[in-house]
Protein backbone atom coordinates (compact mmCIF):
# COMPACT_ATOMS: atom_id res chain seq x y z
CA UNK A 1 0.00 0.00 0.00
CA UNK A 2 1.06 3.73 -0.84
CA UNK A 3 -0.15 5.54 2.45
CA UNK A 4 0.08 9.31 2.92
CA UNK A 5 0.26 10.62 6.66
CA UNK A 6 -0.59 14.32 6.78
CA UNK A 7 -0.38 16.73 10.13
CA UNK A 8 -3.55 18.07 11.20
CA UNK A 9 -4.74 21.74 11.48
CA UNK A 10 -3.14 24.74 12.88
CA UNK A 11 -5.34 27.35 11.66
CA UNK A 12 -7.33 28.36 8.79
CA UNK A 13 -5.09 28.69 5.28
CA UNK A 14 -5.63 29.98 1.81
CA UNK A 15 -6.32 27.30 -0.53
CA UNK A 16 -7.73 26.10 -3.90
CA UNK A 17 -11.00 24.38 -3.59
CA UNK A 18 -12.06 21.57 -6.21
CA UNK A 19 -15.47 22.85 -5.99
CA UNK A 20 -15.18 26.39 -7.43
CA UNK A 21 -15.86 27.90 -4.75
CA UNK A 22 -13.18 30.60 -3.61
CA UNK A 23 -11.10 30.71 -0.79
CA UNK A 24 -12.05 31.75 2.74
CA UNK A 25 -10.70 35.07 2.25
CA UNK A 26 -12.94 35.39 -0.71
CA UNK A 27 -10.45 35.19 -3.77
CA UNK A 28 -10.17 32.42 -6.61
CA UNK A 29 -6.23 31.73 -6.08
CA UNK A 30 -4.02 31.03 -9.03
CA UNK A 31 -2.26 27.52 -8.70
CA UNK A 32 0.84 29.17 -8.31
CA UNK A 33 0.01 31.65 -5.87
CA UNK A 34 2.24 32.68 -3.01
CA UNK A 35 -0.66 32.66 -0.37
CA UNK A 36 -1.42 29.29 -0.83
CA UNK A 37 -1.06 27.30 2.73
CA UNK A 38 -0.48 30.43 4.29
CA UNK A 39 -2.78 31.50 7.36
CA UNK A 40 -5.81 33.16 6.61
CA UNK A 41 -4.80 35.29 10.05
CA UNK A 42 -1.00 34.83 11.25
CA UNK A 43 -2.15 36.26 14.64
CA UNK A 44 -4.35 33.43 15.37
CA UNK A 45 -2.09 30.34 13.65
CA UNK A 46 -0.78 28.51 15.98
CA UNK A 47 3.17 28.57 15.03
CA UNK A 48 3.83 26.64 18.26
CA UNK A 49 1.89 23.36 17.90
CA UNK A 50 3.25 23.77 14.27
CA UNK A 51 6.29 23.65 14.64
CA UNK A 52 6.49 21.05 17.92
CA UNK A 53 4.62 18.81 15.20
CA UNK A 54 7.07 18.95 13.52
CA UNK A 55 9.52 18.20 15.96
CA UNK A 56 7.40 14.89 17.20
CA UNK A 57 6.52 13.89 13.63
CA UNK A 58 9.55 11.17 13.96
CA UNK A 59 7.98 9.59 17.50
CA UNK A 60 4.39 9.40 16.14
CA UNK A 61 5.70 7.61 12.81
CA UNK A 62 7.76 5.34 14.90
CA UNK A 63 4.63 4.96 17.87
CA UNK A 64 2.04 4.39 14.26
CA UNK A 65 4.86 1.38 13.09
CA UNK A 66 4.50 -0.24 16.64
CA UNK A 67 0.45 -0.30 16.40
CA UNK A 68 0.36 -1.35 13.18
CA UNK A 69 1.85 -4.41 13.55
CA UNK A 70 -0.57 -5.02 16.79
CA UNK A 71 -3.56 -4.06 14.54
CA UNK A 72 -2.22 -6.48 11.59
CA UNK A 73 -1.76 -9.47 14.32
CA UNK A 74 -5.18 -8.65 15.64
CA UNK A 75 -6.74 -8.75 12.24
CA UNK A 76 -5.17 -12.57 11.40
CA UNK A 77 -6.42 -13.77 14.84
CA UNK A 78 -2.32 -13.78 16.19
CA UNK A 79 -0.35 -12.51 18.65
CA UNK A 80 2.32 -10.23 17.68
CA UNK A 81 4.94 -12.90 18.43
CA UNK A 82 3.28 -15.49 16.53
CA UNK A 83 2.56 -12.87 13.85
CA UNK A 84 6.80 -13.25 13.06
CA UNK A 85 5.79 -17.14 12.03
CA UNK A 86 3.37 -16.05 9.25
CA UNK A 87 4.23 -12.38 7.99
CA UNK A 88 5.98 -9.07 7.80
CA UNK A 89 5.44 -5.96 7.99
CA UNK A 90 7.59 -4.14 5.25
CA UNK A 91 7.69 -0.55 5.06
CA UNK A 92 10.17 2.59 4.30
CA UNK A 93 8.84 6.03 4.84
CA UNK A 94 9.82 9.40 2.68
CA UNK A 95 8.96 12.86 4.42
CA UNK A 96 7.88 16.12 2.43
CA UNK A 97 6.50 19.58 3.38
CA UNK A 98 3.12 21.04 2.79
CA UNK A 99 3.01 24.32 1.70
CA UNK A 100 1.75 25.27 5.38
CA UNK A 101 5.08 24.42 6.57
CA UNK A 102 4.22 20.90 8.49
CA UNK A 103 5.80 17.55 7.24
CA UNK A 104 3.64 15.00 6.10
CA UNK A 105 5.14 11.25 5.72
CA UNK A 106 4.94 9.44 2.19
CA UNK A 107 4.94 5.24 2.73
CA UNK A 108 5.09 2.68 0.75
CA UNK A 109 3.75 -0.50 3.55
CA UNK A 110 4.29 -3.93 2.58
CA UNK A 111 3.01 -7.47 3.94
CA UNK A 112 5.45 -10.21 3.03
CA UNK A 113 6.05 -13.74 3.75
CA UNK A 114 7.96 -14.39 7.32
CA UNK A 115 11.26 -14.42 5.76
CA UNK A 116 10.42 -10.42 4.27
CA UNK A 117 10.34 -9.76 0.27
CA UNK A 118 11.28 -12.97 -1.13
CA UNK A 119 8.28 -14.91 0.43
CA UNK A 120 5.18 -15.11 -0.69
CA UNK A 121 2.41 -12.95 2.25
CA UNK A 122 0.22 -15.71 3.60
CA UNK A 123 -3.27 -15.68 2.20
CA UNK A 124 -5.20 -14.18 4.67
CA UNK A 125 -2.54 -10.54 4.05
CA UNK A 126 -5.15 -8.83 1.90
CA UNK A 127 -5.18 -5.10 0.81
CA UNK A 128 -7.99 -4.98 2.80
CA UNK A 129 -6.37 -6.30 5.62
CA UNK A 130 -3.82 -4.06 5.17
CA UNK A 131 -5.29 -1.31 4.42
CA UNK A 132 -7.53 -1.12 7.52
CA UNK A 133 -4.76 -1.89 10.02
CA UNK A 134 -3.37 1.14 8.43
CA UNK A 135 -6.24 3.63 9.28
CA UNK A 136 -7.02 1.64 12.62
CA UNK A 137 -3.14 2.19 13.48
CA UNK A 138 -2.99 5.75 12.05
CA UNK A 139 -5.81 6.72 14.16
CA UNK A 140 -4.91 5.45 17.73
CA UNK A 141 -1.06 6.59 17.52
CA UNK A 142 -0.49 9.61 19.56
CA UNK A 143 2.66 11.09 21.40
CA UNK A 144 2.01 13.10 24.31
CA UNK A 145 3.98 16.37 23.74
CA UNK A 146 5.87 19.17 26.24
CA UNK A 147 3.85 21.37 28.50
CA UNK A 148 4.29 24.96 27.38
CA UNK A 149 3.26 27.60 29.41
CA UNK A 150 0.47 25.40 31.22
CA UNK A 151 -0.42 23.76 27.66
CA UNK A 152 -0.33 20.33 27.11
CA UNK A 153 0.67 19.16 23.56
CA UNK A 154 -0.54 16.46 22.08
CA UNK A 155 0.65 15.05 18.84
CA UNK A 156 -1.57 12.86 16.44
CA UNK A 157 -1.74 12.31 12.50
CA UNK A 158 -4.40 14.97 10.81
CA UNK A 159 -7.90 12.89 9.67
CA UNK A 160 -6.44 13.46 5.87
CA UNK A 161 -5.26 10.22 5.49
CA UNK A 162 -4.62 8.84 2.23
CA UNK A 163 -4.35 4.74 1.79
CA UNK A 164 -3.94 3.19 -2.07
CA UNK A 165 -3.17 0.36 -3.26
CA UNK A 166 0.05 -0.26 -5.26
CA UNK A 167 -1.36 -1.76 -8.40
CA UNK A 168 2.54 -1.65 -10.05
CA UNK A 169 5.20 -4.56 -9.54
CA UNK A 170 7.39 -1.75 -8.38
CA UNK A 171 7.15 -3.46 -4.66
CA UNK A 172 6.48 -6.83 -5.20
CA UNK A 173 9.35 -8.48 -6.52
CA UNK A 174 11.19 -9.11 -3.28
CA UNK A 175 12.85 -5.74 -3.49
CA UNK A 176 13.64 -4.69 -0.16
CA UNK A 177 12.04 -1.33 1.01
CA UNK A 178 14.08 1.46 0.81
CA UNK A 179 13.36 5.20 0.99
CA UNK A 180 15.39 5.57 -2.43
CA UNK A 181 13.06 3.31 -3.52
CA UNK A 182 9.87 5.48 -2.14
CA UNK A 183 11.17 8.73 -3.40
CA UNK A 184 11.53 7.38 -6.68
CA UNK A 185 8.15 5.44 -6.75
CA UNK A 186 7.06 9.11 -5.69
CA UNK A 187 8.54 11.09 -8.53
CA UNK A 188 7.60 8.23 -10.50
CA UNK A 189 3.90 8.23 -9.60
CA UNK A 190 2.47 11.07 -7.51
CA UNK A 191 0.52 13.96 -8.70
CA UNK A 192 1.88 16.85 -7.02
CA UNK A 193 0.31 19.78 -7.08
CA UNK A 194 0.35 23.40 -5.23
CA UNK A 195 0.47 21.90 -1.67
CA UNK A 196 3.83 20.65 -1.47
CA UNK A 197 6.43 23.50 -1.30
CA UNK A 198 9.96 23.74 0.42
CA UNK A 199 9.40 24.90 3.46
CA UNK A 200 12.82 25.32 4.83
CA UNK A 201 15.94 26.25 4.44
CA UNK A 202 19.26 25.03 3.34
CA UNK A 203 21.34 24.90 6.19
CA UNK A 204 21.06 25.79 9.80
CA UNK A 205 20.82 28.98 11.57
CA UNK A 206 23.64 30.39 13.75
CA UNK A 207 22.31 33.79 14.49
CA UNK A 208 18.51 34.94 14.87
CA UNK A 209 19.57 37.87 12.90
CA UNK A 210 20.17 35.95 9.78
CA UNK A 211 16.04 35.22 9.28
CA UNK A 212 15.59 38.60 9.01
CA UNK A 213 17.51 38.88 5.84
CA UNK A 214 16.26 35.43 4.46
CA UNK A 215 14.18 35.41 0.92
CA UNK A 216 11.82 33.03 2.50
CA UNK A 217 7.67 34.05 3.00
CA UNK A 218 6.61 35.99 6.37
CA UNK A 219 4.82 32.14 7.06
CA UNK A 220 8.01 30.44 6.84
CA UNK A 221 9.90 32.78 8.59
CA UNK A 222 7.19 32.61 11.22
CA UNK A 223 7.82 29.09 11.54
CA UNK A 224 11.40 29.24 11.69
CA UNK A 225 11.83 31.96 14.10
CA UNK A 226 9.20 29.86 16.70
CA UNK A 227 11.31 26.94 16.28
CA UNK A 228 14.37 28.90 17.10
CA UNK A 229 12.49 30.74 19.95
CA UNK A 230 11.07 27.40 21.34
CA UNK A 231 14.47 26.20 21.20
CA UNK A 232 15.59 28.61 24.10
CA UNK A 233 13.68 26.87 27.02
CA UNK A 234 15.39 24.11 28.63
CA UNK A 235 12.70 21.82 28.90
CA UNK A 236 13.01 20.82 25.02
CA UNK A 237 16.65 20.59 24.96
CA UNK A 238 16.10 17.14 23.72
CA UNK A 239 14.51 18.52 20.40
CA UNK A 240 17.26 20.69 19.52
CA UNK A 241 14.82 23.14 18.22
CA UNK A 242 17.65 25.72 17.51
CA UNK A 243 19.65 22.88 15.38
CA UNK A 244 16.91 21.97 13.50
CA UNK A 245 14.79 25.30 13.25
CA UNK A 246 15.61 25.88 9.29
CA UNK A 247 14.03 22.68 8.56
CA UNK A 248 10.69 24.08 10.70
CA UNK A 249 11.59 21.58 13.61
CA UNK A 250 11.38 18.80 12.07
CA UNK A 251 14.82 16.56 12.39
CA UNK A 252 14.92 15.34 9.15
CA UNK A 253 17.99 14.39 6.85
CA UNK A 254 18.30 15.13 3.49
CA UNK A 255 21.76 13.52 2.57
CA UNK A 256 23.38 14.24 -0.87
CA UNK A 257 21.31 11.61 -2.51
CA UNK A 258 17.55 12.79 -1.60
CA UNK A 259 18.24 16.33 -3.54
CA UNK A 260 17.91 14.12 -6.52
CA UNK A 261 14.42 13.57 -5.54
CA UNK A 262 11.91 15.76 -6.25
CA UNK A 263 8.12 16.16 -7.01
CA UNK A 264 8.87 18.63 -10.17
CA UNK A 265 8.43 17.54 -13.10
CA UNK A 266 11.86 18.90 -14.41
CA UNK A 267 13.47 16.14 -11.63
CA UNK A 268 11.83 12.86 -12.62
CA UNK A 269 14.24 12.02 -15.34
CA UNK A 270 17.22 12.08 -12.85
CA UNK A 271 14.70 10.31 -10.27
CA UNK A 272 13.54 7.69 -13.14
CA UNK A 273 17.20 7.25 -13.65
CA UNK A 274 18.41 6.99 -9.95
CA UNK A 275 15.25 4.62 -9.89
CA UNK A 276 16.75 2.43 -12.34
CA UNK A 277 20.62 2.45 -10.36
CA UNK A 278 18.68 1.70 -7.41
CA UNK A 279 17.08 -1.90 -8.91
CA UNK A 280 20.52 -2.67 -10.69
CA UNK A 281 23.02 -2.31 -7.55
CA UNK A 282 22.34 -3.61 -3.90
CA UNK A 283 20.45 -1.52 -1.97
CA UNK A 284 22.71 0.70 0.47
CA UNK A 285 19.80 0.71 3.15
CA UNK A 286 19.78 3.40 5.34
CA UNK A 287 21.43 2.59 9.12
CA UNK A 288 20.69 5.56 10.38
CA UNK A 289 17.26 6.65 11.95
CA UNK A 290 16.26 9.43 10.05
CA UNK A 291 14.38 10.46 7.45
CA UNK A 292 14.61 11.38 3.74
CA UNK A 293 13.04 14.32 2.85
CA UNK A 294 12.05 15.47 -0.71
CA UNK A 295 11.87 18.62 -2.59
CA UNK A 296 14.14 20.08 -0.46
CA UNK A 297 16.76 21.80 -2.78
CA UNK A 298 20.95 22.18 -1.28
CA UNK A 299 23.60 23.65 -3.50
CA UNK A 300 25.92 21.05 -3.66
CA UNK A 301 28.95 22.54 -6.01
CA UNK A 302 29.42 22.24 -9.27
CA UNK A 303 32.02 20.07 -10.98
CA UNK A 304 33.77 17.72 -9.44
CA UNK A 305 35.82 17.39 -5.92
CA UNK A 306 39.45 16.00 -5.93
CA UNK A 307 38.27 13.03 -5.16
CA UNK A 308 36.01 12.35 -7.42
CA UNK A 309 38.42 14.35 -10.17
CA UNK A 310 41.09 11.69 -9.16
CA UNK A 311 38.41 8.22 -9.44
CA UNK A 312 37.12 9.83 -12.56
CA UNK A 313 40.80 9.85 -14.49
CA UNK A 314 41.71 6.90 -13.33
CA UNK A 315 38.82 5.30 -14.19
CA UNK A 316 38.59 6.41 -17.48
CA UNK A 317 42.09 6.79 -19.07
CA UNK A 318 42.30 8.84 -22.47
CA UNK A 319 42.85 6.55 -25.48
CA UNK A 320 45.82 5.25 -26.05
CA UNK A 321 47.35 6.32 -22.36
CA UNK A 322 46.30 3.37 -20.39
CA UNK A 323 49.12 1.29 -18.97
CA UNK A 324 51.71 3.87 -19.74
CA UNK A 325 53.64 6.09 -17.42
CA UNK A 326 52.82 9.57 -16.67
CA UNK A 327 55.01 12.35 -16.95
ZN1 LIG B 1 -7.42 32.77 0.41
Not at 244 to 259: I, Q
Request: charged share 25%; hydrophobic share 35%; aromatic share 8%.
Amino acid sequence: MFATFTAPGFGPVHNRRTDGRPCRCGDHHDQDDEALGTPLNPDTYDYEAAVLWNAHAGQLWRRFSTYLRREVAKRAGLSQRRLRDHARVSFAKVAEYQKRGAVHFHAVIRLDGPSGGDTPPPPWATAELLTDAIEAAATKASVDGPVIDGRTHTFTFGRQLDVRTIRSADFNDGQELTERAVAAYIAKYATKGAETATGALDRPLKFAAELAQLDISDHSRRLVRTAWTLGARKSLEHLRLRAWAHMLGFRGHFSTKSRRYSTTLGALRNARAEWRRAQAVPANAPTTNTTYVLAHWVFAGTGLSDTEAWLSASLDPAPGTEGEPTA
